[in-house]
């Protein structure tokens, strides 16, 4: 690399995260450590039924009997569990009924990241919005209008009081309590998240969306989202995160659960923005999280979308189980690691059912002297006749002290199942960036146009206003790495 | 409007060009021919500002500006366009975006704003026209899947879009047919006028019989051995370059 390039990238270890301020409020926080009395405190906080207790401390169980996995592709940093506080939500008036008794300071917060909780102040009311902040949702706005469709959007915490039939018939449906230790941890303690179920045939009349915002130091995030599209229902969902620059790394190990009945469709989105940590890997989010949707009527369809640029570590294979005949499962991915980032990512595939299809397109980009993984597994069970599945998998290198790698697992117990696997790595090559540059085009840009080139079959699953948010998003965490 | 004294350049240590002079005025067209190795792609390259080829001695002005001291975004900024002889493919890049890109950087660093949407779109389709550039082609990736002569003719597409004060065709007639290479010659006689110049890099006369320069000069390890009229390309056709090579290797000048 040339002096120039080097430049920019010390340009590009400097960009500051913009969504690194702190919020000060006063917190209700558990004390640090993790035990029984700690899963009671906070379904007693939650003021949760006795059999959802049981769960917990069953999960807590598990949780204490399980080891660390060894087999991802990084260096599983040390977690030390009691050092950790499970709890933390801003001392709020007891029940939120409008504007006016949120915390100005919680507002204020939303609106710095952009996320409109007033809806007056949302344009046409596109998307309805759940704000959860440590462990805690803030506000779920356009609930009357989506109610007047029998659609159910509310925090996680809400529905176990309202609507506890659903929740005690789906909650651990997909990803069980034992399916690996940060699900476990997950179940025992997780506080808050989104709930979502539309009914037959009821097509979702807006996006909705769960903006994730870790505040408050020395806590994990343990938030739990279950989304249930019952019959013929749709529903395109959103999530976003961010958190402040802090020197420690925090956990964030969140479990996603999705159910399509027959002939549903689920469209989950991910923008994932958690602050990375600085240049030299210090501070940062964990972000090991579980998400799975299962296909669980015919004809269903799952589609996960997820754009990848924060978090010190990214460690989670969003996948589908295809158990309908003719369900559909889809998983497009982009995933940007810069200066010491980590990503071990990608998706399970599952095919059980007949004439399933599955689809996967991963995109992985690589600067700094970050390493990023894809990993993803395709399983064609026994009756799973004519299942196919296509898998696309590219990286792009951005300079030459970074690292791709890829780890396809292909497992088919049946003949008539089709899989393809294609595979590239690529540079940014100096030939395009010169001829962008000798068009007059800033190289900075230049490279940001490259990338959302490259990225542009996953950009266009998402939602508009997302996708333009994503654009930019990669453009930015692209700045100055030209190499 | 450019003027090029004794410019030295080397690629990986390799001295390619030793010394070559070279005047350009606005209005005129100047074609650089010369044998295969000669450095008439080293030209193309060095103007643009390509990392990789290093200036060792000489000077370049545009207007007066010193070319070698800005960065190749600059001096595209300045005016220099080069079309490219093998122009490289953009995945996912959608032509459109990136002329409108181009166009908008190129505005901003004259302190002018943006161009409007409408304005845009009616200078596209103008200059489709020009080039019989094809309004889908327009609209898909970067070159992605193009044939040769549709690169080609993107290249000249963009030169119209962009009307730079300089443009430097580096071996354009290369693999395009007959026809493709009248639209393209076509295309760049619309283009030349009183404010702009034009040096063309060929090996063959063939692409001189469609755009006449006013002066045709011979490159020949890495100088200007030979300069003239049309009339110097006729001659090389007919002798070949063996002929530039006796007499000059003969002159011992270089």
């Given at each position: 690399?040339?002096?120039?390039?080097?430049?920019?990238?010390?340009?590009?270890?400097?960009?500051?995260?913009?969504?690194?301020?702190?919020?000060?409020i006063?917190m209700d926080i558990a004390?640090?450590?993790?035990?029984?009395?700690t899963v009671?405190l906070i379904s007693a906080k939650k003021?949760?039924?006795?059999?959802?207790?049981?769960?917990?401390?069953?999960?807590?169980?598990?949780?204490?009997?399980?080891?660390?996995?060894?087999?991802?592709?990084?260096?599983?940093?040390?977690?030390?569990?009691?050092?950790i506080s499970y709890y933390a939500a801003p001392k709020a008036?007891?029940?939120?009924?409008?504007?006016?008794?949120?915390?100005?300071?919680l507002?204020?917060?939303?609106?710095?990241?952009?996320?409109?909780?007033?809806?007056?102040?949302?344009?046409?009311?596109?998307?309805?919005?759940?704000a959860v902040f440590d462990s805690v949702s803030v506000?779920?706005?356009?609930?009357?209008?989506?109610?007047?469709?029998?659609?159910?959007?509310?925090s996680f915490g809400?529905?176990?009081?309202?609507?506890?039939?659903?929740?005690?018939?789906?909650?651990?449906?997909?990803?069980?309590?034992?399916?690996?230790?940060?699900?476990?941890?997950n179940?025992?303690v997780f506080s808050d998240g989104s709930?979502?179920?539309?009914?037959?045939?009821?097509?979702?009349?807006?996006?909705?969306?769960?903006?994730f915002r870790i505040n408050a130091e020395n806590t994990g995030q343990f938030e739990r989202?279950?989304?249930?599209?019952?019959?013929?229902?749709?529903?395109?969902?959103?999530?976003?995160?961010?958190a402040?620059?802090?020197?420690?790394?925090q956990l964030h190990a969140a479990?996603?659960?999705?159910?399509?009945?027959?002939?549903?469709?689920?469209?989950?989105?991910?923008?994932?923005?958690?602050?990375?940590?600085?240049?030299?890997?210090?501070?940062?989010?964990?972000?090991?999280?579980?998400?799975?949707?299962?296909?669980?009527?015919?004809?269903?369809?799952?589609?996960?979308?997820?754009?990848?640029?924060?978090?010190?570590?990214?460690?989670?294979?969003?996948?589908?189980?295809?158990?309908?005949?003719?369900?559909?499962?889809?998983?497009?991915?982009?995933?940007?690691?810069?200066?010491?980032?980590?990503?071990?990512?990608?998706?399970?595939?599952?095919?059980?059912?007949?004439?399933?299809?599955?689809?996967?397109?991963?995109?992985?980009?690589?600067?700094?002297?970050?390493?990023?993984?894809?990993?993803?597994?395709?399983?064609?069970?026994?009756?799973?006749?004519?299942?196919?599945?296509?898998?696309?998998?590219?990286?792009?290198?951005?300079?030459?002290?970074?690292?791709?790698?890829?780890?396809?697992?292909?497992?088919?117990?049946?003949?008539?199942?089709?899989?393809?696997?294609?595979?590239?790595?690529?540079?940014?090559?100096?030939?395009?960036?010169?001829?962008?540059?000798?068009?007059?085009?800033?190289?900075?840009?230049?490279?940001?146009?490259?990338?959302?080139?490259?990225?542009?079959?996953?950009?266009?699953?998402?939602?508009?206003?997302?996708?333009?948010?994503?654009?930019?998003?990669?453009?930015?965490?692209?700045?100055?790495?030209?190499? | 409007?450019?003027?090029?004294?004794?410019?030295?350049?080397?690629?990986?240590?390799?001295?390619?060009?030793?010394?070559?002079?070279?005047?350009?005025?606005?209005?005129?067209?100047?074609?650089?021919?010369?044998?295969?190795?000669?450095?008439?792609?080293?030209?193309?390259?060095?103007?643009?500002?390509?990392?990789?080829?290093?200036?060792?001695?000489?000077?370049?002005?545009?207007?007066?500006?010193?070319?070698?001291?800005?960065?190749?975004?600059?001096?595209?900024?300045?005016?220099?366009?080069?079309?490219?002889?093998?122009?490289?493919?953009?995945?996912?890049?959608?032509?459109?975006?990136?002329?409108?890109?181009?166009?908008?950087?190129?505005?901003?660093?004259?302190?002018?704003?943006?161009?409007?949407?409408?304005?845009?779109?009616?200078?596209?389709?103008?200059?489709?026209?020009?080039?019989?550039?094809?309004?889908?082609?327009?609209?898909?990736?970067?070159?992605?899947?193009?044939?040769?002569?549709?690169?080609?003719?993107?290249?000249?597409?963009?030169?119209?879009?962009?009307?730079?004060?300089?443009?430097?065709?580096?071996?354009?007639?290369?693999?395009?047919?007959?026809?493709?290479?009248?639209?393209?010659?076509?295309?760049?006689?619309?283009?030349?006028?009183?404010?702009?110049?034009?040096?063309?890099?060929?090996?063959?006369?063939?692409?001189?019989?469609?755009?006449?320069?006013?002066?045709?000069?011979?490159?020949?390890?890495?100088?200007?051995?030979?300069?003239?009229?049309?009339?110097?390309?006729?001659?090389?056709?007919?002798?070949?370059?063996?002929?530039?090579?006796?007499?000059?290797?003969?002159?011992?000048?270089?």
């Amino acid at each position: 690399m040339s002096t120039k390039d080097d430049e920019l990238l010390k340009e590009l270890a400097l960009e500051e995260y913009k969504y690194g301020f702190t919020t000060d409020i006063e917190m209700d926080i558990a004390p640090k450590g993790l035990s029984e009395d700690t899963v009671r405190l906070i379904s007693a906080k939650k003021n949760e039924p006795e059999w959802l207790l049981e769960w917990r401390l069953k999960a807590l169980r598990h949780f204490l009997q399980m080891e660390m996995p060894a087999w991802q592709n990084f260096e599983h940093p040390d977690v030390d569990f009691q050092d950790i506080s499970y709890y933390a939500a801003p001392k709020a008036k007891p029940k939120l009924n409008s504007m006016d008794e949120v915390d100005p300071e919680l507002l204020s917060t939303f609106e710095k990241l952009g996320i409109p909780l007033d809806e007056q102040k949302v344009l046409a009311g596109v998307v309805a919005v759940d704000a959860v902040f440590d462990s805690v949702s803030v506000k779920t706005t356009f609930r009357e209008k989506l109610k007047e469709q029998g659609v159910i959007f509310c925090s996680f915490g809400e529905a176990v009081q309202e609507h506890p039939e659903l929740v005690k018939q789906y909650l651990g449906s997909v990803v069980p309590q034992t399916d690996n230790i940060y699900a476990a941890l997950n179940s025992a303690v997780f506080s808050d998240g989104s709930f979502v179920y539309i009914p037959k045939g009821v097509r979702c009349p807006m996006e909705l969306s769960t903006y994730f915002r870790i505040n408050a130091e020395n806590t994990g995030q343990f938030e739990r989202t279950l989304i249930i599209a019952d019959e013929g229902a749709y529903v395109s969902y959103l999530e976003g995160c961010t958190a402040p620059m802090r020197d420690e790394n925090q956990l964030h190990a969140a479990v996603v659960e999705l159910i399509a009945l027959k002939d549903a469709e689920i469209k989950y989105s991910t923008v994932q923005n958690w602050y990375p940590g600085d240049k030299d890997g210090k501070g940062g989010i964990y972000n090991f999280v579980t998400k799975r949707g299962m296909c669980k009527g015919d004809n269903s369809k799952i589609s996960w979308t997820q754009v990848e640029t924060g978090s010190a570590i990214t460690w989670k294979y969003p996948g589908v189980i295809l158990k309908g005949d003719h369900s559909v499962g889809e998983f497009y991915s982009v995933a940007l690691t810069r200066n010491r980032q980590l990503a071990d990512t990608g998706t399970k595939m599952i095919h059980l059912g007949k004439n399933t299809r599955s689809k996967i397109v991963s995109k992985g980009i690589s600067a700094g002297v970050s390493h990023n993984s894809y990993r993803g597994l395709v399983k064609i069970g026994p009756g799973a006749e004519n299942s196919r599945n296509f898998t696309q998998c590219d990286s792009l290198l951005i300079g030459d002290k970074c690292g791709a790698h890829t780890f396809p697992y292909i497992e088919s117990r049946n003949k008539t199942a089709k899989l393809e696997h294609e595979a590239t790595t690529s540079k940014i090559g100096e030939d395009q960036l010169f001829y962008l540059t000798q068009r007059g085009i800033d190289p900075e840009k230049a490279v940001g146009l490259i990338v959302n080139g490259y990225a542009k079959e996953v950009l266009n699953q998402l939602p508009m206003e997302f996708a333009v948010e994503a654009q930019k998003l990669l453009a930015i965490s692209l700045e100055g790495s030209v190499g | 409007m450019l003027s090029i004294r004794n410019l030295h350049a080397s690629v990986e240590d390799k001295q390619i060009l030793k010394g070559l002079d070279l005047e350009v005025k606005a209005g005129e067209v100047h074609a650089i021919m010369g044998p295969n190795g000669s450095g008439k792609s080293t030209l193309g390259n060095v103007l643009a500002g390509r990392e990789a080829y290093e200036v060792t001695e000489g000077e370049v002005l545009l207007d007066g500006k010193d070319l070698l001291d800005l960065s190749p975004e600059d001096r595209a900024r300045e005016g220099v366009f080069l079309a490219f002889q093998y122009p490289v493919e953009i995945p996912g890049v959608s032509n459109i975006n990136f002329l409108k890109t181009a166009l908008n950087e190129v505005r901003a660093y004259k302190g002018l704003p943006p161009m409007e949407a409408k304005e845009f779109l009616s200078r596209v389709k103008e200059k489709q026209k020009l080039v019989k550039f094809d309004a889908k082609l327009a609209n898909r990736s970067l070159n992605e899947g193009f044939s040769g002569g549709e690169k080609k003719r993107n290249e000249i597409f963009q030169l119209a879009m962009l009307e730079p004060k300089l443009a430097i065709l580096d071996e354009t007639d290369s693999g395009l047919d007959i026809d493709a290479l009248r639209i393209v010659a076509g295309g760049v006689n619309q283009l030349r006028s009183n404010d702009n110049a034009f040096i063309v890099i060929t090996h063959y006369q063939r692409l001189l019989d469609y755009i006449v320069p006013d002066f045709v000069h011979v490159l020949y390890n890495g100088r200007i051995v030979r300069s003239g009229t049309k009339e110097l390309a006729l001659e090389l056709e007919e002798k070949g370059y063996d002929w530039i090579k006796e007499t000059v290797d003969a002159e011992g000048t270089v």
